[in-house]
């Protein structure tokens, strides 16, 4: 199994920055993917950005396109998402998702297959 362990949330100004991490142990030889998502109070969880463990293909959601940016250092197991011009609307909390099998969109909750415990962002205005 892998297990998964954000960091990095915190509470910063409309315009700032962050940069969240996604630190992966376990089987990560077996890793197809890693994806953030995150879920608002109230709203359902939505996808943020992929990227594959092997290659360059990276993913983003059309809200954070040009905002956000998703990396990874497989050396060091982990994947970041540096978060440039927040907005409150992105205000959530924030989870690191790994896809072992191959299945579904990277897009969807439903194609993941660990967790981890999520990491609070809040953007004021």
């Known amino acids: 199994q892998v297990q998964l362990v954000e960091s990095g949330g915190g509470l910063v100004q409309a315009g700032g920055s962050l940069r969240l991490s996604c630190a992966a142990s376990g089987r990560t030889s077996s890793m197809n993917a890693v994806g953030w998502f995150r879920q608002a109070p109230g709203k359902e969880r939505e996808f943020v950005a992929a990227i594959r463990w092997s290659g360059v293909d990276t993913y983003y959601a059309d809200s954070v396109k040009g905002r956000f940016t998703i990396s990874r250092d497989n050396a060091k197991n982990t994947v970041y998402l540096q978060m440039n011009s927040l907005k409150p609307e992105d205000t959530a909390v924030y989870y690191c998702?790994?896809?072992?099998?191959?299945?579904?969109?990277?897009?969807?909750?439903?194609?993941?297959?660990?967790w981890g415990q999520g990491t609070q962002v809040t953007v004021s205005s």
């Open positions: 998702a790994c896809q072992a099998t191959l299945r579904g969109s990277y897009s969807y909750t439903t194609a993941y297959d660990y």
